[in-house]
């Protein structure tokens, strides 16, 4: 049976804006306990006490992660962002040949334009510029599971210490959720963070990452 401490994490866990609070020290732990304690129906044989001193150590973890996001936003005001627009994204089935998709990366490639391919265990995932869908379907065929369109692909270019720095990309993920911004794909390369979202988003999401 869960402890009064681990059913209170739980349940801060579950509530974000509870969670910011306490990690802000906005909060009054007596009436938290008293909540907690009703929602949960540990009213009868828990102490309020006990709960309020389970919130309290919990806000003390939080601190700690609120000095590491104070770190994080600092690597994040050094970073640089890349924004690029007409961002396809094409599915395709493993059947196809290896090397026409070679062929395709090669010609894309010595244009310095966008390509990424990411493989899964059934399907390649190809990132490219609208100028080259027509091509691409001509030698993929039958072979493209789904395409998704009007694109756009967010680079953030940060220092090298993003290397030794945990929760960067669980930070910027949270921004996209919480102003409602769905993340199509997302993908990195060494102190690169790629996001590739709708067009349409590109002003509220470029509001929110300028830390």
């Known amino acids: 049976m869960p402890t009064v401490a681990e059913l209170a994490g739980e349940y801060i866990e579950e509530h974000p804006s509870i969670k910011d609070c306490l ?8 009436k938290l ?54 961002i396809v994204i094409v599915i395709v089935s493993k059947r196809i040949y290896h090397e026409h998709l070679v062929e395709i990366e090669r010609k894309i490639r010595q244009s310095a334009d966008v ?35 009007k694109l756009a692909m967010i680079t953030i270019k940060s220092p090298s210490e993003i290397e030794n720095t945990p929760g960067v990309t ?3 993920y949270s ?13 990195s390369c060494w102190t690169d963070t790629i996001f590739v979202i709708s067009e349409e988003n590109i002003p509220l ?7």
Do not use: D, P
């Not at 990690?23 to 007596?30: A, D, F, P």
């Not at 709960?51 to 640089?80: D, H």
């Not at 391919?117 to 027509?134: D, H, P």
């Open 33 to 86: 306990s008293r909540k907690i304690a009703k929602e949960l129906s540990i009213e009868k044989g828990t102490s309020i006490e006990a709960i309020l001193i389970a919130c309290r150590r919990y806000a003390a973890k939080l601190k700690l992660e609120k000095s590491l996001e104070e770190k994080i936003i600092k690597i994040l005001k050094k970073s640089e962002l890349e924004i690029k627009n007409k």
């Open 205 to 211: 999401a470029m509001k929110y990452l300028k830390v």
């Open 175 to 187: 921004i996209f959720m919480e102003h409602g911004i769905n993340i199509v794909e997302t993908m």
């Open 23 to 30: 990690k802000n020290n906005v909060i009054n732990y007596s």
């Open 170 to 172: 669980h930070y910027l």
């Open 115 to 149: 390509f990424y391919s990411i493989e899964g265990v059934n399907v390649f995932t190809i990132i490219i510029t609208e100028k080259y869908l027509s091509e691409l379907k001509e030698l993929f065929k039958h072979n493209i599971v789904k395409i998704s369109r």
